[in-house]
């Protein structure tokens, strides 16, 4: 029966042993950095593809024209 307890009580403190690492979040770690970064590229990419369609430059444009064209 003393096993049983003293390996109840080990479980115990591993368990609260692994919830304090868990809890431990001073930083990020080098995984966490690279996944920030690509997903930051990506977020780039996409916003130059939308910034440099068609689209984008034409309203820009019409814009400007419009500005440059009123009357004051």
Not at 30 to 56: N, R
Request: proline content about 0%.
């Amino acid at each position: 029966m003393k096993h049983g307890i003293r390996s109840l009580a080990a479980v115990r403190a591993l368990t609260a042993h692994f919830a304090l690492l868990a809890a431990d979040e001073d930083g990020m770690s080098t995984a966490e950095y690279a996944i920030g970064t690509i997903a930051a590229a990506a977020f780039g990419a996409v916003l130059y593809s939308v910034v440099t369609g068609d689209s984008i430059v034409t309203a820009l444009t019409n814009i400007i024209d419009k500005a440059l064209n009123t009357a004051v």
